[in-house]
């Protein structure tokens, strides 16, 4: 059984991924509020308590944009390298961040953030997971009246996703 460990802000933890991946063994680590350096400080610990996993999705940044830190993708850069260090056979995910609309921000602040990360997960050898563009075109609403919380039609969106990456590994396999 394909075992998935998610880790992330609260657009992780949110939601249960178990149900709509039914045929893996998934760890949700998703902490409401958490940021890229809590993320970073954190993964010794995470090695210890989960020694195992065959995928990595993590979703991390949309906190640092909210408190204006756009340095983020630093410290991004820093978790990818640890987790292919700390989990070498593992295939890690790195989540896009998603169409954010905030009246402070540029109209392709969160494009150009994208950019760097796809740009990252290349240099590392991680994964994009590129939910951003699938979510600009959906038809759909994408977020709850909050902005940020993201509603079940993205999560669906998002699982859909996951779960065919997850489908090209096994076949790969």
Known sequence: ???VLLLGDSLVASHNWQRRLNSCQVT???IPGVMTSDVYASL????????????IMLMVGTNDILTGNFEFIHTLRKIC??????YPAAEI???SIFPIFLPHLPYNTISSLNCHIEA???QT??????IHSRLVNSADPIFQEDGVHVTDETYEI???????HIAFLIEDD
Request: glycine share 4%; hydrophobic share 35%.
């Open 93 to 95: 995910l790195i989540t």
């Open 125 to 130: 050898g991680c994964c994009f997971l590129d």
């Open 1 to 3: 059984m394909t075992q």
């Open 44 to 55: 010794d610990q995470v090695k210890q308590d989960q020694p195992q996993a065959d995928l």
């Open 120 to 122: 990252l997960t290349m």
């Open 158 to 164: 998002w699982s859909r996703s996951l779960l065919e």
């Open 81 to 86: 390298v640890k987790l292919c260090h700390n």
């Open 28 to 30: 949700n680590l998703g």
